[in-house]
């Protein structure tokens, strides 16, 4: 009988010990996220660690890292039951950074240069309030119920939303925000930001800098069937290229987002498991990728920091947004 409870005992010491060698890594994916998304909240938007704790790390498994703020370091780490402490550190004009454990802490960062234009017209041709336009084709108290009805009730924050804004020919016909939150407040753009890398590349072309249907992409690519990729593809997200984009495991997507010094290199280095043109895959590995296209495209890295803004964010008077650049990766507020 004692021999029965020794091995059995054993037994579970060991598979203990593989659930937790096996899952470990998986805790980057809650210590990075928590620290990162802490990071932002309270030194880019202006928020409170417990409000971000129990308003944006409140979902499982998020909900179980341990959360803390240095505001003289300006800096959140986060951390599971004391295990896997990852750092995000803050970086005025550049938003937060999720930094590895051989970061250096004097390590120098360039800055995009901006410039802020302002203007006396009303909206949507400048900053000021709008001039009172009331539509007789629209039934307001239907609409402001179905704005409503966008929003969470008490504290379920299940529906999560921050804002509403319904715009009818230029004109804000109806607008709501969640307590806490206003037209000023900064609000994540996560996959947003594959639009304005899109329209990036818009810009470069229309330069004349690119060709939407190039190939040859990259160096690494050469000798192989990668050559074969056009920038068109890698916009569709049609390019052929292997690619994982599971949140919940240690994929190619987590791997990249939590993992990775160069977050532009995770795409590239996968090989074909399609044929291009044909073989359509969502990929956040392939927007990062695209961003070390136009990283490309300039002789040095302030150019690349500083024509987003100059020649697409500012330029059309987008004062309030940032681009989080996180080495090749962007986010934005």
């Known amino acids: 009988m004692k021999k029965i409870v ?15 060698y096996t899952n470990y890594p998986r805790l980057n994916i809650i210590s990075g996220y928590s620290a990162k998304n802490m990071s932002s909240s309270v030194f880019l938007a202006g928020r409170t660690l417990e409000v971000t704790d129990k308003q944006d790390n409140n979902f499982s498994p998020i909900a179980i890292a341990e959360d803390k703020v240095d505001y003289e370091d300006k800096s959140a780490t986060a951390s599971v039951y004391g295990f896997m402490k990852r750092k995000a550190i803050y970086k005025e004009g550049l938003g937060s950074i999720l930094v590895l454990d051989d970061f250096e802490e004097d390590t120098k960062f360039l800055v995009p240069n901006r410039t802020k234009l302002t203007n006396n017209l ?38 999560k939303t921050r804002a509403v804004v319904v715009i009818y020919k230029d004109q804000i016909i109806e607008e709501k925000y969640a307590e806490g939150f206003d037209k000023n407040s900064k609000i ?121 803004y100059a020649e697409l964010i500012d330029k059309i008077g987008m004062n309030s947004m940032l681009i989080v650049y996180v080495f090749k990766l962007i986010w934005t507020f």
């Open 188 to 308: 994540l753009g996560w996959s947003m930001t594959k639009s304005i890398t899109s329209a990036v590349l818009g810009i470069l072309e229309k330069q004349g800098r690119i060709k939407v249907n190039q190939n040859n992409l990259f160096p690494e690519w050469e000798n192989d069937e990668r050559a074969k990729i056009t920038l068109n593809d890698l916009l569709h997200m049609n390019s052929g290229l292997e690619w994982n984009e599971d949140y919940n495991t240690m994929s190619d997507v987590t791997k990249m987002l939590f993992l990775a010094k160069d977050m532009s290199k995770s795409q590239k280095e996968k090989p074909l498991t399609g044929e291009p043109n044909n073989s359509w895959n969502y990929s956040s590995g392939t927007s990062n990728l695209l961003s070390g296209f136009i990283r490309n495209q300039f002789k040095t890295h302030q150019e690349y920091l500083d024509f987003w």
């Open 6 to 20: 020794k091995y059995t005992l054993l037994l579970l010491v060991l598979a203990t010990i593989y659930v937790v």
């Open 122 to 159: 009303p909206y949507p041709y400048g900053d000021e309030a709008q001039k009172d336009t009331i539509f007789s084709n629209i039934n307001y108290n239907e609409l402001q119920t179905a704005v409503l009805n966008a929003f969470d009730k008490n504290e379920d924050y299940i529906k």
